[in-house]
């Protein structure tokens, strides 16, 4: 083999850098919102639960 002529180094994909401020300030509005309307949903859910037992007719 002729080494005076090597192959170019295979070129590296840069490091992904973090996503901007506006990517991640949306990712984390949208978990907030998610956030709570599971938290309102589990009360909604809970409640319904508690009404539904107490009118259990008696036998």
């Given at each position: 083999?002729?080494?005076?002529?090597?192959?170019?180094?295979?070129?590296?994909?840069?490091?992904?850098?973090?996503?901007?401020?506006?990517v991640?300030?949306?990712?984390?509005?949208?978990?907030q919102r998610?956030?709570?309307?599971?938290?309102?949903?589990?009360?909604?859910?809970?409640?319904?639960?508690?009404?539904?037992?107490?009118?259990?007719?008696?036998?």
């Amino acid at each position: 083999m002729d080494d005076s002529n090597p192959a170019p180094p295979p070129s590296l994909d840069p490091v992904p850098t973090e996503p901007p401020s506006h990517v991640k300030a949306a990712a984390g509005a949208r978990a907030q919102r998610l956030a709570a309307a599971l938290r309102d949903n589990l009360k909604r859910r809970k409640a319904a639960g508690r009404a539904a037992r107490t009118v259990k007719p008696s036998n």
